[in-house]
């Protein structure tokens, strides 16, 4: 089974959009089973609203998404009891994380009463400057060692390739830590991982509708050197275990 | 074109791909990647890998160099460059020194020059490339890396056909993952046979 372990659905304040039916067409071109969805960011930037989008979509197709809640550390108690709603009432069973466009440090203190005693894994938006880089990343995952934390990107987000080194120390630091492939161009990277930290931690994922599960899939479809059965996990085997439960 | 900046690191490194490109006639055209703050060195290490070794363009990388795209040591390489009608093809991603703002400076100071944006912009700056080469005719957009097929379409739509050339950025990416994204981009027979071949086979064709 194929798993694309990062998409979007709703309409984002930046104008990205994508509706659950599209999403799904796209899928089925690449030929990809199911898929991790999470809320965009609406124009409202009520959380809320995009929550209850997603768990809609989630209805419509139970068998091919799983649901991801996305809250706002910014907003104190109020988040907490958001994620709370969103993987209790409506069934979500992950924390989606963006602190570029929620604008706060992944490691911030406020960060951490979302993460004590969760017991769903949580996806982070990785590789953005000054807040969510790898290492910053890494430091989260420390802090939380019995929580899942994937990273988007490689946990690196750079067209010259300068932050893997920070996104491999922080996946040999962290057990709890693994990687997603999205938008990742750098095959050697992808394939460094499986081979230096196991292909348990590499998670094929597209970020649709912001890359192409067309493209993004190839990465892993197509890289020359992972043996059959590492391709299997990073291309599902990894998301059912880690992120569909 | 080597990954380090010349005369650093290796001062063979002409040599080395001069080599490479020796040995595979017809396949293979070098690029000189050189670090501008050699000055009266740097500039005769161009002059010799243009008429002496063959070599057809100009690689910059602002990043590793920490030369500005606009400092007066590039644009003396640039208009080097230029004067055997050898494009330049600089690092052009989401870094300082390498955005497509900074690169399109050296653009605008040498219009006689051909300049190449490689990653077309990387992961955030692709929008950019795309405005600051409609602003600048001599500036072409590469498509190396840079991970949107449908950025390629919105640059051929805009640029015209003649503007964007297929890269790989090889070994570092799969060539074959990277053609298949030009041809996800669906720009039609006419407009795919020019970025994927015919642009650089013009513009390789015209240094001398």
């Known amino acids: 089974m194929t798993v694309d372990s990062l998409t979007f659905v709703g309409e984002s304040i930046s104008g990205a959009k994508a509706s659950a039916e599209e999403l799904l067409s796209r899928l089925d071109e690449a030929k990809i089973d199911r898929a991790v969805v999470c809320p965009l960011k609406p124009r409202s930037s009520l959380l809320e609203e995009a929550n209850d989008i997603v768990a809609a979509a989630v209805r419509r197709y139970p068998d091919r998404l799983v649901g991801f809640a996305r809250v706002d550390p910014n907003l104190g108690d109020d988040a907490v009891r958001e994620l709370h709603r969103a993987t209790g009432e409506l069934g979500l069973r992950g924390l989606f994380l963006h602190p570029w466009e929620e604008t706060f440090r992944i490691h911030d203190p406020r960060v951490d009463p979302l993460l004590e005693g969760l017991t769903v894994p949580v996806i982070v938006a990785a590789g953005y400057p000054w807040l969510s880089e790898g290492l910053q990343v890494g430091e989260l995952a420390r802090r939380h060692p019995g929580v899942t934390v994937v990273a988007t990107n490689g946990c690196q987000l750079n067209i010259s390739g300068l932050g893997q080194v920070d996104a491999e120390l922080a996946l040999a630091g962290n057990a709890n830590l693994a990687v997603q492939t999205t938008g990742v161009y750098r095959e050697d990277f992808l394939e460094g991982v499986a081979a230096r930290f196991g292909a348990e931690r590499l998670l094929y994922a597209s970020g649709f509708p912001f890359f192409d599960p067309r493209l993004e899939v190839l990465r892993v479809r197509w890289a020359p050197n992972l043996d059959e059965g590492a391709r299997r996990l990073v291309l599902g085997g990894n998301a059912e275990r880690l992120l569909l439960g | ?208």
């Not at chain 2, 002496?52 to 363009?57: A, V, Y």
């Open chain 2, 1 to 208: 074109m080597t990954i380090v900046d010349a005369p650093e690191v290796n001062p063979d490194a002409l040599e080395l791909i001069a080599e490479a490109c020796a040995a595979y006639p017809g396949r293979l055209d070098a690029f000189a990647r050189i670090h501008p703050w050699y000055g009266d060195e740097s500039l005769a290490l161009l002059e010799r890998a243009i008429v002496e070794l063959g070599f057809k363009g100009l690689k910059l990388h602002p990043v590793t160099t920490i030369a500005h795209p606009a400092g007066e040591d590039t644009l003396r390489l640039i208009r080097k460059a230029a004067e055997h009608s050898a494009p330049t093809l600089f690092h052009c991603g989401d870094e300082p020194l390498a955005t497509p703002l900074a690169v399109a400076r050296a653009a605008a100071a040498c219009p006689e020059a051909t300049i190449i944006l490689g990653h077309m912009g990387g992961y955030a700056h692709v929008d950019e490339a795309i405005e600051v080469a409609e602003r600048h005719p001599n500036i072409v957009l590469e498509t190396s890396a840079m991970p949107y097929p449908d950025k390629i379409r919105a640059a051929v739509g805009r640029l015209g056909p003649e503007r964007v050339l297929y890269a790989s950025d090889g070994p570092a990416c799969s060539p074959r993952i990277e053609v298949e994204k030009v041809r996800l981009a669906g720009l039609g027979k006419d407009a795919e046979r020019l970025v994927l071949g015919e642009n650089a086979k013009r513009l390789l064709d015209a240094v001398s």
